[in-house]
């Protein structure tokens, strides 16, 4: 394993840990700097809300396209039209309520993966045998659920803070029932891909791709089944 796949097994493990276990031992950012991922944390850090709703919906959203894709390519949804159908319907989501509303497909779709002690060799066999075009799914799937991954440990530092930042500003009483509910969504991907943490590097060997250099910044491609 080399030092790159060792740093991104160290993070996905990190999403397992709860938030008042990092808030005790200095934060998700100081972890993060630790493990060569970037940034750092200050206490009491402002967070732009409208900004944090923002990003929650686009990494939940990717996360979520990742894992129907995988999910797919590895016979667990056999039904391609209804595999794109869902795709689709996850990226014309525009907030956070309408990803709330299918969260309980979302989990399922992220533990049925998760949970799969054989997954890098699974999607290993599956690239393998596949065509170009299915090797090139896959390797996108996999490449942007490690862009999900490094973005979730942002999210779920910044999560907290957000909530909290209700209580000083009466003008986002309004937004506190889509915080709590970007907070809970963050905190169900920490849990799922928590089950990935030790299969990350198999599986972006698996699909011949590297850690992307900058997932923080990185934005996924578009994934056709």
């Known amino acids: 394993m080399n030092k790159m796949s060792i740093k991104w097994?160290?993070?996905?493990?990190?999403?397992?840990?709860p938030m008042a276990v990092h808030a005790q031992f200095g934060g998700i950012g100081k972890l993060k700097s630790g493990l060569g991922l970037g940034g750092s944390e200050s206490s009491g850090e402002?967070?732009?809300?409208?900004?944090?709703?923002?990003?929650?919906v686009r990494s939940t959203k990717n996360v979520m396209i990742s894992a129907v894709?995988?999910?797919y390519a590895l016979g667990l949804k056999q039904d391609k039209a209804g595999a794109q159908a869902e795709i689709a319907s996850i990226s014309g989501m525009q907030?956070?309520?309408?990803?709330?509303?299918?969260?309980?497909t979302f989990a399922s779709n992220l533990s049925a993966?998760?949970?799969?002690?054989?997954?890098?060799?699974?999607?290993?066999?599956?690239?393998?045998?596949?065509?170009a075009a299915e090797k090139k799914m896959l390797s996108l799937a996999v490449g942007n659920l490690a862009i999900g991954v490094a973005r979730n440990l942002v999210l779920a530092k910044q999560a907290p803070e957000a909530v909290k930042s209700v209580g000083s500003n009466p003008m986002l009483v309004k937004r506190v029932?889509?915080?709590k509910l970007a907070g809970e969504l963050v905190g169900m991907q920490a849990k799922?891909?928590?089950?990935?943490?030790?299969?990350?590097?198999?599986?972006?060997?698996?699909?011949?791709?590297?850690?992307?250099?900058?997932p923080?910044?990185?934005?996924?491609q578009a994934i056709v089944l």
Do not use: M, W
């Open 9 to 17: 097994a160290g993070a996905l493990l990190l999403c397992a840990v």
């Open 46 to 56: 402002s967070v732009d809300t409208e900004a944090f709703l923002g990003n929650a």
């Open 69 to 71: 894709a995988l999910n």
């Open 95 to 104: 907030d956070i309520k309408e990803i709330g509303a299918t969260k309980t």
């Open 113 to 131: 993966i998760a949970d799969n002690e054989h997954l890098a060799d699974d999607v290993r066999a599956r690239y393998e045998k596949g065509s």
């Open 177 to 179: 029932g889509q915080l």
């Open 192 to 214: 799922g891909l928590s089950g990935i943490a030790t299969k990350l590097p198999a599986l972006l060997s698996a699909v011949k791709i590297n850690a992307p250099a900058a």
């Open 216 to 220: 923080e910044t990185t934005e996924p």
